[in-house]
Structures are given as structure tokens and as C-alpha cells.
């Protein structure tokens, strides 16, 4: 499995206005590996996940500083291509949220709005190669007309991460993916991104620990802001070196 190095966080803070909402991290996340970050609510992972891929942007207020280095090239260059990145860096969210149209335009929007296809035959094949992708192309390829909020919600889930690798990403980033979702449902999820990781980087924000243990290889323990432990996943939660992880991860404390 190729290990190298897709993200690469420097020297990281962000500021909401006058709150410093990520201190300091540093943090490099692996090719073709699920990295799961985990910590308390208002912890910051989730705002250093949506870090990158510059959906912080969008927040009035928001100041950054530091780098995020993905495929060689700060995103937060002056001469950056947001829109590059955001298709290089896919997102999926807590509560899926597929647009209200067919589950074909779902799929095909990524492709259509950034022009990467020219003929209906083009899209045509990677709206099919997408859905065999999450595994949905045999339960759908008959509701492609059909509008995408008829779907179930583990279904609507896959067809958001469908969208995502429609465009072909380099990284795909998920924000607490299962926590709508059921048990069964979370389970084949997690499946999914077993598969999905053979082609993609992967960076999970859970509030789930057992789910962390099941899929990630390394996890990034955050707290107040701060990475306060980063290392391979059975190291987290068998033997961590800090004591902040310890009684996280013991049910001690959050």
C-alpha cells in the first residue's frame, strides 16, 4: 500500500474572529489510509477537517495561518484554485444531503458545473462507474429519473459520496458520516470506506471511538483546539502516551 504523505498541516491556527479555534497543529495525513480525528464536541476537529479543503472561507470573521500542503502545493497560497481544490478535496457531510433532483443529476453536477465532461456518453459512464463505486449502481440503475430525496438514508449517504468520487478526488473528507444513520447502515458505510480508501485518502471526524478503532489506521486525538496525540490507532486507544488521551479514551472525561 503506498504510504506516502497526501496532507501535510503546518503550523496550522484559525481564528472565528477573536477565538483561536485550532492552536498550532501539525499533523501529516497518509495516502490511501482512513486517519480518523476524534475528541469532544467543540473540540476542533471538525474545523480542522473543514480546513482542508477551505470550506472555512465561507465563515465571516475566519483567519488563517500556517499551511495545508496537498499534492505538493499550499492551499492556502495566494494563487491557490479554490474551486481546483474543492474538487481535489471532497466533503461529505453529518446529514446526508443529496439535491433535490434525480439521482443521475446528483451524481452528474459535480461534472456538469466544473465542465469536465462534453458528451451525455461521457457522463453517462462515470454517473454508472460513481454508483458501482458506493455500491448503488444495481439498486438504482432502474431509479435513475427518480428524485434523489426518495432514497433511503443510507442510500441518500452513498449517493453524496457518489457525488464526491464522480469528480475524482486525490482526498475525501467525512464529517461524522454515520451519525443519522442506523446501526446496520453505519456498518455498511464503514465497509464502503474500506473499499473507497484503495483509490482515496480518507480523514474521518467521529464522534464514534469504536468506530475509529474499526477503520482507521492512525487517529489525531484533539482537545480545546489542539492536537494533543497523533499516532497509529491501536497505539490511541491501548496505550497512549498522553494522559489527556488516556481519560478519553478510558470514558474519563467528555
Known sequence: MDNTIAIKVRNLDLYYTKFHAIKDVNIEFKS????????????????????????????????????????????????????????????????PNPFPLSVYDNVAFGLQINRLVSTKKETDKIVQESLEDVQLWNDLKDKLKHNALSLSLEQQQRLCIARVVAVKPHVILLDEPCSSLDPMATAHIEELMQELKEKYTIVIVTHNMQQAARISKETGYMLLGKLIEFDKTETIFTNPSQKETEDYVSGRFG
Do not use: H, W
Not at 480525528?37 to 465571516?60: A, F, H, M, Q, V
Not at 500542503?69 to 478535496?89: F, G, H, L, P, S
Open 32 to 95: 490511501n489510509q482512513i486517519t480518523a480525528l476524534i475528541g469532544p464536541s467543540g473540540c476542533g476537529k471538525s474545523t480542522l477537517l473543514r480546513t482542508l479543503n477551505r470550506i472555512n472561507d465561507t465563515i465571516e470573521g475566519v483567519k488563517i495561518t500556517g499551511k495545508v500542503i496537498i499534492c505538493d502545493k499550499d492551499i492556502y497560497a495566494e494563487d491557490a484554485d479554490v474551486d481546483r481544490i474543492r474538487r481535489n478535496v471532497g466533503m461529505v457531510f453529518q446529514r
